[in-house]
């Protein structure tokens, strides 16, 4: 079995930062992609960022030069630093870990909200 777990979410004034984390534990070989996606109220899940195991990574336009994704091999970890939040960043924010041998796992999910 193999479980993600995030952590980092809360409340944060506009211009302020985060660090989300999300470890993956179980029965895992390797871990190919993983990534972050977010999902607003009312609106669909959308991609924030990705990175690969050789660490090339994919940005949303909307975060562009705002977040940064990054990982630990070693501790099945990926992190996203967001700088500079703003008020539409506010969300449910998850992450997706393709798990060679297992397939897709998602994280529980963790609260952002960006407000004064």
């Known amino acids: 079995q193999v479980q993600l777990v995030e952590s980092g979410g809360g409340l944060v004034q506009p211009g302020g930062s985060l660090r989300l984390s999300c470890a993956a534990s179980g029965s895992i070989f390797s871990i190919s992609t993983m990534g972050w996606y977010r999902q607003a109220p009312g609106k669909e899940r959308e991609l924030v960022a990705t990175i690969t195991s050789g660490g090339n990574t994919n940005y949303a336009d909307s975060v562009k030069g705002r977040f940064t994704i990054s990982r630990d091999n070693a501790k099945n970890t990926v992190y996203l630093q967001m700088n500079s939040l703003k008020p539409e960043d506010t969300a449910v924010y998850y992450c997706?870990?393709?798990?060679?041998?297992?397939?897709?796992?998602w994280g529980q999910g963790t609260q952002v909200t960006v407000s004064s």
């Open positions: 997706k870990a393709n798990i060679i041998l297992r397939g897709l796992y």
